[in-house]
């Protein structure tokens, strides 16, 4: 077993922990359109802000960050029925859940995958009337699973 398999070990175990029955697939995502209100920060650190603050807006109640913060994810956990949201945060090696942001049944979430060259939007409409916008980085690979468990909540 390499660094990442038990990178991703230990994350798998710290959401189980949150979560009362046993989960199929789990992702962490932050407000979309942060890779990119990242990249322009480095050009022009003010415009990075301005971006940053309206994708954290956009990413609704499923996101604690708010204005230009950019410290918290949100961690997803899908069961064979539920989808619950969880702020989490990293700092180094060390990962917390912070709480839990949300919890629905999966027949009351509609969600939109929009696939990018890094990243994928992912836009969860509920039938509370919610909209939120995350992203998952996906340059790396490792997210089939989880998108593949997303992509079955689409009704369109």
Known sequence: ???????????????????????????????????GAYGLKNLSPGIGMWKQHKANNAAGDVSNRRGVKMNSQTWIALTADKLYAFEGKTSGY??????????????DVNVELKRGRLSTKVIFDTADGGHDELEVTTAMGGQDESLGELAAMSRS
């Open 94 to 107: 060390k990962l917390k859940i912070v709480g839990k942001l949300a919890e629905w049944r999966r027949d």
């Open 1 to 35: 077993m390499g660094p990442w398999d038990k990178q991703i070990e230990a994350q798998r175990q710290l959401i189980q922990s949150e979560v009362p029955e046993p989960i199929v697939a789990y992702s962490i995502l932050q407000p979309a359109g942060t890779r």
